[in-house]
C-alpha cells in the first residue's frame, strides 16, 4: 500500500535553526496494476465479438428448367459500372436502338434514378441488368447491390459480358475502354 519514510529526525544545521524533517511518500503500485489486468479480463469476456455480415443472393436453380416469358426491353434498366465511381445506364431500350446514355454515381443519384425509373414502369415488371466493365471495382459492385438491396429490388442480373452493340455505346458515348 502507501508508506510514509520518517527516518533521520531533523536537527541544527549551519544557521542554527531547527528544521522538521519533510516526510516522503511511496505509492505501492502492484494493487493498481492488478486492477487494470482485472478490467481488461472483463472488457474482454463481457464484449461480443462482431460476426461478419454478407449479404445473401438467391440464384435461380440450374436443375429447373422453367419457361418464363420474355422480358420487354422498355422494362429494363441496364447498368453499365464504370470507372472513376461512375455507372452509366440505359432505360427502355437495347443498346441497339440509339438508346440515351445517362451517367450517375453511386449511392444518393444512382438510387434517385432506380426509384424514377421503378415509378415509370412499375415495381412488379422493373428488372435491372447490371453488368460490370474492366475499368470497375469489386467495391462498385457491392455498392449496386447495396442499393438494389436498399430500394428492396427483387428483379436483378449481374451480367458479365458486354455484347458488341453495349460496347460501342460505351465506348462512343462513355469514352470507356472495353
Do not use: C
Amino acid at each position: 500500500m502507501a508508506e510514509i519514510n520518517t527516518g533521520g529526525g531533523g536537527g541544527k544545521h549551519d544557521g542554527g535553526k531547527v528544521r522538521s524533517k519533510k516526510a516522503s511518500t511511496r505509492v505501492d503500485m502492484t494493487p493498481m496494476v492488478d486492477l487494470g489486468f482485472l478490467l481488461i479480463t472483463f472488457f474482454i469476456l463481457a464484449t461480443t465479438l462482431s460476426k461478419p455480415s454478407s449479404m445473401t443472393l438467391n440464384v435461380p436453380d440450374k436443375t429447373l428448367k422453367e419457361e418464363t416469358e420474355p422480358i420487354k426491353a422498355s422494362n429494363v434498366m441496364t447498368v453499365f459500372l464504370g470507372k472513376d465511381n461512375k455507372a452509366y445506364y440505359i432505360f427502355g431500350k437495347a443498346a441497339n436502338e440509339d438508346p440515351e446514355l445517362k451517367t450517375v454515381g453511386y449511392g444518393y443519384e444512382f438510387r434517385q434514378a432506380l426509384q424514377e425509373n421503378v415509378k415509370k414502369v412499375g415495381g412488379e415488371k422493373f428488372v435491372v441488368v447490371i453488368k460490370p466493365t474492366k475499368q470497375s471495382t469489386y467495391k462498385n459492385m457491392v455498392d449496386v447491390l447495396d442499393e438494389m438491396a436498399i430500394t428492396k429490388l427483387k428483379r436483378y442480373a449481374l451480367v458479365d459480358a458486354l455484347t458488341a452493340d453495349e460496347k460501342k455505346l460505351l465506348k462512343d458515348k462513355a469514352k470507356l475502354d472495353v
